[in-house]
Nanobody, 121 residues
Framework: QVQLVESGGGLVQAGGSLRLSCAASGSIFSISAMDWYRQAPGKQRELVASIISGGTTNYADSVKGRFTISRGNAQNTVYLQMNSLKSEDSAVYYC???????????????WGQGTQVTVSS
C-alpha cells in the first residue's frame, strides 16, 4: 500500500507565496510521475503541474511562470512552490502519483487527502 501525504497549505494574501509538499511512502517500487491538481468549489479538478521520472515538468497555462514543481533528493517527495498567488488560485490542492508497488504489475494512481489553499485579495 502507498500513501501520499500533503502539507503546506494555508491562508495567504494575494501576491504572496506558499510551498506545498507531498511525501509518498509505503511499498514503492518506482514512481512514474507525480502531479499537483486543484479543485475549487463548483469546478472540476484540474491539473496544475506534473513532473515525470526523468525530470520533465509540465504546467497549466494559468500557473506558468508563477509555480514551480520539483522533487526532493529522495525522489518520493514532490514540492509545489507557488509565487505571486492570486485569488483564483484558491482551491483544495491534491497530490497525485502514478506509482508501482512491489509485487504489483503496472503503476497505479494514488491521491493525497488534499490541502486547502486560500488566497485573500
Amino acid at each position: 500500500q502507498v500513501q501520499l501525504v500533503e502539507s503546506g497549505g494555508g491562508l495567504v494574501q494575494a501576491g504572496g507565496s506558499l510551498r506545498l509538499s507531498c511525501a509518498a511512502s509505503g511499498s514503492i517500487f518506482s514512481i512514474s510521475a507525480m502531479d499537483w491538481y486543484r479543485q475549487a468549489p463548483g469546478k472540476q479538478r484540474e491539473l496544475v503541474a506534473s513532473i515525470i521520472s526523468g525530470g520533465t515538468t509540465n504546467y497549466a497555462d494559468s500557473v506558468k511562470g508563477r509555480f514551480t514543481i520539483s522533487r526532493g533528493n529522495a525522489q518520493n517527495t514532490v514540492y509545489l512552490q507557488m509565487n505571486s498567488l492570486k485569488s483564483e488560485d484558491s482551491a483544495v490542492y491534491y497530490c497525485h502519483g502514478l506509482i508501482r508497488s512491489y509485487g504489483v504489475f503496472g503503476a497505479v494512481d494514488y491521491w493525497g487527502q488534499g490541502t486547502q489553499v486560500t488566497v485573500s485579495s
